[in-house]
T-cell receptor
Framework: AQSVAQPEDQVNVAEGNPLTVKCTYSVSGNPYLFWYVQYPNRGLQFLLKYITGDNLVKGSYGFEAEFNKSQTSFHLKKPSALVSDSALYFCAVRMSGGYQKVTFGIGTKLQVIP | DAGVIQSPRHEVTEMGQEVTLRCKPISGHDYLFWYRQTMMRGLELLIYFNNNVPIDDSGMPEDRFSAKMPNASFSTLKIQPSEPRDSAVYFC???????????FGPGTRLLVL
């Protein structure tokens, strides 16, 4: 079984401040972890992924995420938030190996305040 | 490439009617996923195909839902008969073998009255 938890429905941050969107996961074996972003009335867009290697992963638009195996977390971060970062963010996980199903979290709405 | 193409973008129908949603994957992508997004349940995987073959349909909610992929360029998700609780946004996503990134279409917003 695999699951993802995004404990915050919404995160508010002032423009220019650092932001963090939290994600924890549960999976049997090694995880593949992802962050996607959804803007209003659009499909999801890929931001970044962790498959193996360096625990700090850098992605699109200045976002990064850190894989922490002991805490089973994969929090999304950005040093300086932009108003245009306001969107819905999804964390996702799948087991490594042949099983192809990706499980998405419920989503966290990020609101960057000017 | 135009990306994943879905049609229609919006569909309003009455309870009991048949609804067909369509998806054209990115050329060369051999995995295709159908998702449903609602406020209450978030993003749920309904079914996925590999090389046009359905691999896992355990997320299909009821027998009223069916999906096909007759060729590498086209897939359909059909609901017959439709019910108000089927109202949601339905996404198609595709990816290539050996890649992990899924590419999502713009979605079909379905409203069943």
């Amino acid at each position: 079984a695999q699951s993802v938890a995004q404990p915050e429905d919404q995160v508010n941050v002032a423009e220019g401040n650092p932001l963090t969107v939290k994600c924890t996961y549960s999976v049997s074996g090694n995880p593949y972890l992802f962050w996607y972003v959804q803007y209003p009335n659009r499909g999801l867009q890929f931001l970044l992924k962790y498959i193996t290697g360096d625990n700090l992963v850098k992605g699109s638009y200045g976002f990064e995420a850190e894989f922490n195996k002991s805490q089973t977390s994969f929090h999304l971060k950005k040093p300086s938030a932009l108003v245009s970062d306001s969107a819905l963010y999804f964390c996702a996980v799948r087991m490594s190996g042949g099983y192809q199903k990706v499980t998405f979290g419920i989503g966290t709405k990020l609101q960057v305040i000017p | 490439d135009a990306g994943v193409i879905q049609s229609p973008r919006h569909e309003v129908t009455e309870m009991g009617q048949e609804v067909t949603l369509r998806c054209k994957p990115i050329s060369g992508h051999d995995y295709l996923f159908w998702y449903r997004q609602t406020m209450m349940r978030g993003l749920e995987l309904l079914i996925y195909f590999n090389n046009n073959v359905p691999i896992d349909d355990s997320g299909m909610p009821e027998d009223r839902f069916s999906a096909k992929m007759p060729n590498a360029s086209f897939s359909t998700l059909k609901i017959q008969p439709s019910e108000p609780r089927d109202s949601a946004v339905y996404f198609c996503a595709t990816r290539a073998s050996g890649e992990e990134t899924q590419y999502f279409g713009p979605g079909t917003r379905l409203l069943v009255l």
